[in-house]
């Protein structure tokens, strides 16, 4: 079968953005002469996406016409269908204009790639959360990380390096052209996608052997970008599907790939994206079932395939496969649907993921009606591990138990000093019964802090929230774990004694660096400028930073590795009876601790 006979690309060309072989060696030298851009996981997604053809018709992040086309009608400006806006989030205070090249980096300092910037132009995040999200609720995850990024955002055609062979599942993450490959060597013309970012259930099963009757092949294509804390970790997941393709599905009617795209949680909009993106791929039929791309109760169950009724066929060019959802029904002793089933509620076998987790958690087993055998025990596994009953591991770590006082951990330092690093590595290793939450210093200020500029004054009081914050969730049973530069003693030392005379512990941990390697591992440049008078009120240079006398923990992230430090925080917490001492070390934190403690970019250096 040739590949020409394959579904178009989106917009009629595969895009391709990568720097051919030839031209890297001097490409990577001009991408050292410019000014960086740090990337998110989100962004550099995207970028790989748009790199690869995934997101053709692409060819880098939206200007204001597209952006604004995107949210109003779903289309590019010139017309073509594409739901989500991919976008490039610069910090207000950088300098850019159109005309301007700089390179991509990701939060480490390696370098992705280039940018033109053809547009530079400024989002309100309601608004694009209204319109991407239906909702502006802080709580979607989609809407909490727009409030969380910058506003400022720079559009243009971007110029992508050889991707590494370092990426994870590079094995199954098959380029479109790779994908289009495999898929005309076996012949295919009728191509079915399932896209999931969660273990395959039975029900999930059924629906995709449903679509294999009607179809010559199928893709298991799950998502393995960034999702959300509480969703099972990627490579627990692919270990699912791989025992389950290996086991129960035609091995020449079947591919498993890798979608590296990372989850928006936007519902219908999603489920359209999903199905461009597959047709990229060469999939030109997408099974489209409940809930698609969904989280809580935001959208109405079936409004995924709802959405696809505003386009009209030769709009989008893959056909979405509108398939009832499924569950195992003991009167009928099989699996069905509402069309093909009679009975009620009370006959069917549905296990919400809450209570999924909590069976595997608690070392149960999963009804084999369902999920397969094989996949529960990969699921029960990994929960087991993550409750801190699996052997113990080299790596110390510690648990949290229900029914435990809250307490607050105070994270303090230079710009760049592994703060928020270690925080979020903190709360993976610290996975237990209590909720967790993380004050970061430069999210206060995004939110909390909104309009407070960098007097003494106005740092005091954006410490004293994050205090008060930290307190209010102490109380009521949370870990709190600020990570906040506040610079000056006498203010820490106030929000602690706050603290103690309400009953709730405080840990204050330095984390402690020489400027010599911030300023080296600086990737924006920013105690380069700061160095040399550029930028004002830049604490640790032109503003003051008291160390604390004397700390509860004392950590060199110029010295030591993130697991280490974690060592040395997760003793003296199980020394003071905050913690138990467990075996869990979490899939997050696993992957942090592998980091040699730099912290993900630099922040604003003055909250």
């Not at 000014?35 to 690869?52: K, M």
């Not at 692409?58 to 989500?84: C, E, H, I, K």
């Not at 009928?332 to 958690?361: D, F, M, Q, Y």
């Not at 820490?492 to 080296?520: P, S, W």
């Amino acid at each position: 079968m040739s590949a020409l006979s394959l579904v178009e690309p989106h917009g009629g060309v595969l895009v391709d953005r990568l720097v051919p072989d030839a031209d890297v060696q001097a490409f990577t030298a001009h991408a050292a002469t410019l000014t960086t851009f740090v990337l998110d996981a989100r962004e550099l997604a995207d970028l790989e996406l748009i790199a690869t053809g995934a997101a053709s018709p692409l060819t880098g992040f939206l200007d204001s016409r597209d952006y604004q086309s995107v949210l109003d009608r779903l289309r590019l400006a010139n017309g073509t269908v594409w739901p989500l806006p991919f976008t490039l989030a610069v910090p207000e205070d950088t300098k850019v204009a159109p005309g301007d090249e700089r390179a991509l980096a990701d939060s480490n300092g390696r370098v992705w790639g280039t940018i033109a910037v053809t547009d530079v132009f400024t989002r309100d995040p309601v608004a694009e959360s209204k319109a991407v999200y239906g909702t502006d609720d802080p709580a979607h995850p989609g809407v909490a990380y727009l409030l969380a990024r910058p506003r400022q955002l720079a559009g243009g055609s971007v110029r992508v390096l050889p991707l590494g062979e370092d990426r994870p599942f590079l094995q199954y993450r098959l380029s479109p052209r790779e994908l289009r490959a495999r898929i005309s060597e076996l012949g295919w013309k009728t191509v079915a996608g399932f896209q999931t970012r969660n273990p395959i259930h039975r029900a999930h099963e059924h629906l995709t052997k449903i679509a294999l009757e009607v179809s010559d092949g199928l893709v298991i294509h799950p998502l393995v970008g960034e999702t959300k804390q509480d969703d099972v970790p990627a490579t627990v997941r692919f270990d699912a599907y791989r025992v389950l393709v290996d086991n129960y599905y035609p091995k020449d009617r079947t591919i498993l790939a890798a979608f590296p795209a990372a989850m928006r949680y936007a519902g219908p909009r999603e489920a359209v994206f999903h199905a461009i993106a597959r047709k990229n791929y060469g999939i030109n039929q997408i099974i489209v079932g409940r809930d698609h791309a969904g989280v809580g109760k935001y959208y109405e169950p079936l409004a995924a395939q709802r959405i696809f009724d505003q386009f009209e066929p030769a709009d989008l060019g893959v056909r979405p496969l509108r398939l009832d959802p499924t569950f195992y029904c003991r009167a009928c002793g099989t699996l069905a649907s509402s069309k093909s089933c009679p009975h009620g509620p009370n006959e069917r076998l549905e296990l919400s993921g809450t209570k999924v987790r909590e069976i595997l958690r608690s070392g149960g087993h999963l009804p084999e009606e369902f999920t397969r055998r094989e996949v529960a025990e990969v699921l029960r596994a990994h929960y087991i591990k993550a409750s801190g009953d699996a052997a113990p591991s080299a790596a110390p770590a510690a648990g949290t138990r229900a029914g435990d006082p809250g307490f607050i951990i105070w994270f303090t330092g230079l710009s760049g000093a592994g703060k928020s690093t270690l925080a979020e590595a903190l709360r993976t290793r610290l996975d237990g019964k209590r909720p967790i939450e993380i004050l970061d210093g430069d999210e206060v200020r995004t939110h909390l802090s909104k309009g407070l500029g960098f007097s003494k004054e106005d740092r005091d009081t954006n410490i004293r929230r994050i205090g008060f914050v930290a307190r209010l969730l102490a109380r009521n049973g949370a870990i709190a774990i600020g990570a906040a530069i506040s610079p000056y003693a006498d203010t820490r030392a106030e929000v602690r004694k706050a603290a103690e005379r309400d009953g709730v512990a405080f840990v204050e941990v330095h984390a402690d660096a020489t400027i010599d390697a911030l300023a080296a591992r600086d990737v924006k440049g920013l105690y380069k400028k700061a160095l040399a008078g550029e930028i004002g009120n830049f604490t640790g240079i032109s503003d003051p930073y008291e160390p604390p006398p004397n700390p509860d923990v004392v950590v060199r992230s110029d010295r030591e590795t993130v697991e280490q430090s974690l060592d040395r925080i997760l003793t003296t917490l199980s020394e003071r009876g905050l913690v138990a001492r467990s075996a869990h070390v979490g899939s997050r934190g696993e992957a942090a601790a592998s980091k040699q403690g730099a912290e993900a970019g630099v922040g604003a250096a003055r909250s």
